[in-house]
């Protein structure tokens, strides 16, 4: 390829330290390896699962129906494109057993509006190390599109399309977080700090899915039309990071020179940035510090200074949306703890309860009450093993520390942090 200064080449992309730090922050027990250092696999589907709806009519009220068919990919809940509320398509080949209030994990305790469908189609019957696109049943595909000629306005519909969501934690609409066309965005972080103890599903997919990662970087920087993407990763993930460099120095990967050699020559300027393990390097505010050394404003948002940040898993999930047609209809979830006798990395399909994640893996909970969404730090401690997973379950962990009073809630002290 001929010499351009906007090329990635081997020798100008490198891993370097943060030069910037985050004020306070501390260093729990990591509990990593628990689950790191075991490949990705995919969980025996469930017979039945339950997806949140929405209360007011729509206009799928017409299939909506006890006792209607639906097929794998099928929208379900589908709110416009500027409402901040996402859609919601089937899991799987399914009939709906019901329409009625669930308990689907929040905090209040409180019943909402959801689904619950049954399987119909014959699914693979055991865990197995497939990826997630040589899945045995066929359903609705949405059309590949060609990112490197699509426009950025048809490249958010997509994505709205496809029901994604940050899967870091918050669960808001990327559609809608990636519409900034009223401020000029300069820089997209990718982050891959994933600073919560026990959490390491964005560590596997890095590992595994860097050049997916990488595809989704690309077409999220495009939307924006930024002139740099910053990786932020912790240094306790050093074969992510590997994994992250090659991608970006063989070309940024086969894949994307086979879909875009021509965008080839205006890719952003790429950085993979490493900075020490401490919590909590991996919320916005904080990793955005450590990349750039700027401070968002109080009460305005990473876009006020130009800059978007966007999760590993949810630049995958916009790969595949693009690239390849698939609606969002699992994530991968990190399940783990000391209960779990096969603590790894599983690709969960929405909607899945926890009680068949137990059965699945042979978890023993007969003797502990609770176990945790979501990391330690910022999860929420649950006893319901019905509740189903949902787009925010990045995590799972079974633990007898669950039940210990080390990790008693105690009341708010009004200090005002």
């Known amino acids: 390829m001929p010499a351009n200064n906007n090329k990635i080449t081997a020798k100008t992309i490198q891993l370097t330290m943060a030069k910037f730090t ?33 209360e007011k009519e729509t206009p799928l009220d017409n299939i909506l129906r006890v006792g209607s068919q639906i097929r794998k990919g099928q929208i379900l809940r589908w709110p416009e494109i ?22 689907l994990g929040h905090p209040s305790e409180l019943l909402v509006d959801a689904i619950k469908i049954a399987r119909v189609a014959d699914e693979p019957s055991s865990i ?19 990112w490197t000629i699509t426009s950025s306005q048809l490249l958010l519909e997509r994505i709205h399309q496809a029901g994604i969501v940050g899967l870091g934690g918050a669960a808001f609409p990327t559609h809608i977080k990636l519409s900034t066309q009223s401020k000029k965005i300069n820089t997209l972080i990718v982050n891959a700090m994933e600073c919560e103890p026990y959490i390491t599903c964005d560590d596997r997919m890095l590992r595994e899915f860097s050049d997916k990662v990488l595809l989704g970087s690309l077409i999220a920087a495009k939307i924006l039309g930024v002139d740099n993407i ?42 993979i940035i490493v900075a020490k393990t401490k919590y909590p390097s991996g919320g916005e505010k904080q990793i955005i510090q450590l990349l750039t050394g700027k401070q968002v404003p109080k009460g305005e948002l990473p876009s006020s200074i130009g800059i978007i940040v966007q999760n590993v898993a949810t630049l995958y999930a916009i790969n595949e949306a693009v690239s390849n047609g ?24 929405f909607g899945t309860p926890v009680s068949h994640i137990i059965e699945t893996l042979n978890i023993n909970i007969a003797e502990h009450a609770s176990f945790i969404f979501g990391g330690p730090m910022m999860g929420q401690k649950l006893t319901n093993v019905e509740i189903p997973t949902k787009k925010s379950t990045n995590c799972i962990i079974f633990d007898t520390q669950n039940d210990s009073n080390e990790n008693e809630q105690l009341p708010c002290i009004r200090c005002s942090e």
Request: proline share 6%.
């Open 82 to 103: 500027e409402i901040t509320d996402d859609i919601t398509h089937s899991s799987c080949n399914a009939k709906i057993s019901s329409l009625n209030k669930f308990d």
């Open 230 to 271: 910053k990786f932020g990763i912790e240094d306790n993930k050093p074969e992510a990071a590997q994994a992250l460099l090659a991608s970006v120095n063989q070309c940024l990967s086969e894949s994307i020179q086979q879909l875009a050699p021509k965008y080839l020559d205006n890719i952003p300027k790429l950085e």
């Open 128 to 146: 197995s190390n497939d990826a997630r696109d040589e899945a045995s049943n066929e359903g609705i595909r949405l059309d590949k599109l060609d």
């Open 326 to 349: 698939l609606a969002m209809l699992e994530r991968l979830v990190t399940i783990t703890g000391d209960l779990v006798e096969k603590p790894g990395n599983y690709w969960i399909e």
């Open 22 to 54: 985050i004020p306070g922050g501390i260093n729990p027990q990591e509990k990593k390896t628990l689950s790191n250092n075991k490949a990705i696999k995919r969980l025996l589907p469930s017979n039945h699962i339950i997806l949140p709806m929405i």
